[in-house]
């Protein structure tokens, strides 16, 4: 059974073997120019000193957009549209409820609310 064990072991060590094989490394990629080595340090401290072509927002820059509109005419049209109601609240453009289909006399409706109020049998909040 022991002998067995080590068959085994030696078969798999030799099928491990087989399988690894090493690979010959040729860098990363080839040398294509032929700076030396204060041309390239010049060329880094320019890159370091520029900016990052990486960074998020790096090619936006500042937006500048030409208007023939005057600056007041601009104004005036904000100020009114921040004084007009809001297009995006709940319940816009469903105008204010109109009571004018009562046929009840204001001060029946006063009694009846008081009366109410004062009533001991109906059930408190």
Do not use: C, W
């Amino acid at each position: 059974m022991n002998t067995s064990k080590i068959i085994a072991a030696a078969v798999f060590t030799l099928f491990a073997a087989a399988g690894a094989q090493a690979e010959t490394y040729n860098g990363v990629h080839a040398l294509t120019h032929e700076a030396n080595r204060t041309q390239v340090q010049a060329q880094a401290v320019v890159a370091a000193h520029s900016v990052n072509p990486y960074a998020e927002g790096a090619d936006s820059g500042v937006l500048t957009i030409a208007s023939s509109t005057d600056r007041s005419v601009v104004r005036a049209q904000a100020v009114a549209a921040a004084h007009s109601p809001n297009p995006y609240a709940d319940g816009f453009g469903q105008g204010v409820l109109s009571l004018t289909g009562s046929t009840l006399d204001r001060a029946t409706v006063r009694a009846q609310a008081r009366a109410t109020a004062r009533d001991t049998n109906s059930a408190s909040l």
